[in-house]
């Protein structure tokens, strides 16, 4: 009898409609390869769902609040379910991006300078030399980024208005000019570095990122050996020193503008990376030589309580 799988997916972040995309190629790659899938639509009410199907292993492909930041982990620790991806520990610190770079900065890993403030302390001055990058603390998929630049003469007022959603703690960062580049690690692997290339002149957006033709991908990525070498290791300490498991991409930029050796900068780690077969987690797998069904049943034979 083949080991029942409940996938995880939609949830009720903002990346919702990203997850319900990763939750079907997943349960589709399972059913190929042999599991018995249900799907879960996330809803409140998920113990109670959980406790009525009992499966074997939940497949997370949540993405975003609740989903990727230990909150479902705990839920499911707690109903002693065995679950793919990272644990309660895990989740939660890679998810804070505030957490995350402290902890990466430790490790060795370079980072941009930054400060975390109140929504409304930024008030109309800049908060640091622009350009610099406003993000929220803990949002995915480039949720509420804003880009600021030095023909700005005051910060975004959108930050400061009720139309926000995106909670009131940002991270204000310089931003970081190059080439945008990811890495997956899969286990104890780094398994390859893509370049992101968007097809505007905007940065790598919720539009770009999962709009068909938004940008183009080029895996690997075209760079000096000793580049791709380093952004692996940066990516494979980012993975162990937040305690991730499964699979995990950390983003990065890389300013080759005056010099090939250039600034590589760690950007953030996604602990839920896009699992559609187009996404870049998957892309890398592929690259690396695994299958859109053999990478979620490896997920799910790495799956465990206590992660």
Known sequence: MSRHIAVLMGGFSSERPVSLNSGEACAAALEEAGYQVTRVDVERNLAARLAELKPDVAFNALHGPFGEDGTVQGVLEFMGIPYTHSGVLASALAMDKERSKVLARNAGIPIAESKVMNRFEIGSAHP???????KPVTEGSSFGVLIVDGNQPHPPQSVSSDSWKYGDMVMVERYIHGRELTCAVMGDVAIGVTEIIPNSD??????????????????????????????????LRAHKIMGCRGISRSDFRYDDRHSEDGEIIWLEINTQPGMTEQSLAPELAAYAGHSMAELVSWLVEDASCGR
Not at 128 to 134: D, L, N, R, S
Not at 207 to 216: L, N, P, V
Not at 221 to 232: E, F
Request: aromatic share 14%; proline share 12%.
């Open 202 to 235: 905007k940065f790598y957006d919720y539009d770009e990122k999962y709009t068909a033709g938004g940008a183009r991908h080029v895996c690997p990525a075209d760079l000096p050996p000793h580049v791709k070498s380093q952004i692996q290791d940066y990516s």
């Open 128 to 134: 640091m030399p622009t350009p610099y990058v406003i």
